[in-house]
């Protein structure tokens, strides 16, 4: 079945350069100025906010590296990405470094926790005043 191993070589090729891709395209293009960005469905339609809005500035932000910038559109913006590289180096740091570690995304209520901060942020970010309001995405 060496046919099996070409497809996930070509699979993770082609998504690789799809997330480059995106990459290029969100640092070109910036989400507050150009309308070929999708809105937040959740925002149109109740006004409030969810937990992803400001992503897309916030990606664009990331990109330019304006730290500040991704914190103001979305306060959990960089704990996800953190999280993200995480998971994915997890295994190559243990190799690399003959470790045993465990990983946290597999503990029992690694899960639970992450959607408590979730929707804890999502109502936080929606109060209208002082300190909650700065959650709000900024633009």
Request: charged share 10%; hydrophobic share 55%; glycine share 6%.
């Amino acid at each position: 079945m060496p046919w099996i191993y070409s497809m996930k070589k070509l699979l993770t090729a082609g998504l690789l350069a799809g997330i480059f891709g995106l990459a290029i395209f969100f640092f070109v293009f910036d989400p507050s100025e150009y309308e070929i960005f999708p809105r937040c469905i959740f925002y149109s339609l109740t006004g409030y906010y969810c937990p992803g809005c400001g992503s897309q500035r916030a990606v664009h932000s990331l990109l330019h590296l304006n730290l500040a910038g991704v914190v103001s559109n979305n306060f959990l913006f960089l704990p996800a990405v953190a999280l993200i590289i995480y998971h994915y180096s997890f295994g190559l740091v243990n190799r690399f470094f003959n470790l045993r570690l465990p990983n946290i995304f597999y503990l029992k209520y690694t899960p639970a926790a992450i959607l408590i901060i979730i929707v804890v942020f999502w109502i936080l970010r929606n109060l209208p005043f002082y300190p909650f309001s700065v959650l709000a995405p900024n633009g």
